[in-house]
Nanobody
């Protein structure tokens, strides 16, 4: 069973930056499409970014486009979410998710939907406040 570990959440002031990391225990993430989601208190989980396993396709929610960047470092078996110009509205628990390669599609495309992904991290808290 693939175990996803997401980390890097912290408290940061508005306008600051954070980098979240997504790694896997015992599996090579190269083969997996990866998504980042977030859930704020009282709100539904939101898909904010994803990247295909090839790295050739990525997608961003309007709310984060131009501020967040998803990237893959296969040598470190890690997918990052670089978050810049953070706003109070970015406060949430952030989750990394992976799509099972045997389901197909993930090598060339990704979708920011819960049901596109099969494995989930435990979540990491990001708090943006002054």
């Amino acid at each position: 069973q693939l175990q996803i570990v997401d980390s890097g959440g912290d408290w940061v002031q508005p306008g600051g930056s954070l980098r979240l990391s997504c790694t896997a225990s015992g599996f090579i993430l190269d083969n997996y499409a990866i998504g980042w989601f977030r859930q704020a208190p009282g709100k539904e989980r939101e898909g904010i970014s994803c990247v295909s396993s090839s790295g050739g396709f990525s997608s961003y929610a309007v709310s984060v486009k131009g501020r967040f960047t998803i990237s893959r470092d296969n040598a470190k078996n890690t997918v990052y979410l670089q978050m810049n110009s953070l706003e109070r509205g970015d406060t949430a628990v952030y989750y990394c998710a992976a799509r099972r390669p045997s389901k197909g599609l993930g090598s060339v495309v990704c979708q920011r939907r819960d049901d596109f992904f099969d494995y989930w991290g435990q979540g990491t808290q990001v708090t943006v406040s002054s």
